[in-house]
């Protein structure tokens, strides 16, 4: 499956905005999907994550209850709409695909997924 991240640009605190991942060469359906992001100069973090059939869903501390993912497997589209916007929120957001998770805590962990999207880059400014 090919995945392509969209929706980045620059906003400002408290400013709200929407990312979209696009999946392509198979059903979306097939994949557990988790969003992560890499701020300059910092490792890879985990954001969020949705199961196949969006029945479970699973935030970081740090944007949980401002953040909210959500999928559409009819369009094989997975979204990450985030509010309240905070400079530290400032990052390249990658979305991911997994064929299955290990554990309930498996989401967060970058190694638990198979393919990996192109970024697309958030500026908040405060």
């Known amino acids: 499956v090919q995945l392509q991240a969209s929706g980045g640009g620059l906003v400002q605190a408290g400013d709200s905005l929407k990312l979209s991942c696009a999946a392509s060469g198979r059903p979306l359906s097939m994949y557990v999907m988790g969003w992560f992001r890499q701020a300059p100069g910092k490792e890879r973090e985990f954001v969020a994550a949705i199961n196949k059939s969006a029945y479970i869903t699973k935030y970081a501390d740090s944007v949980r209850g401002r953040f909210t993912t959500s999928r559409d497997n009819s369009n094989n589209r997975v979204y990450l709409q985030m509010n309240s916007l905070k400079a530290e929120d400032t990052a390249v957001y990658s979305c991911?695909?997994?064929?299955?998770?290990?554990?309930?805590?498996?989401?967060?962990?970058?190694?638990?997924?198979?393919?990996w999207g192109q970024g697309t880059l958030v500026t908040v400014s405060s």
């Open positions: 991911a695909a997994a064929s299955s998770i290990y554990g309930p805590s498996g989401y967060g962990y970058a190694n638990q997924y198979d393919y």
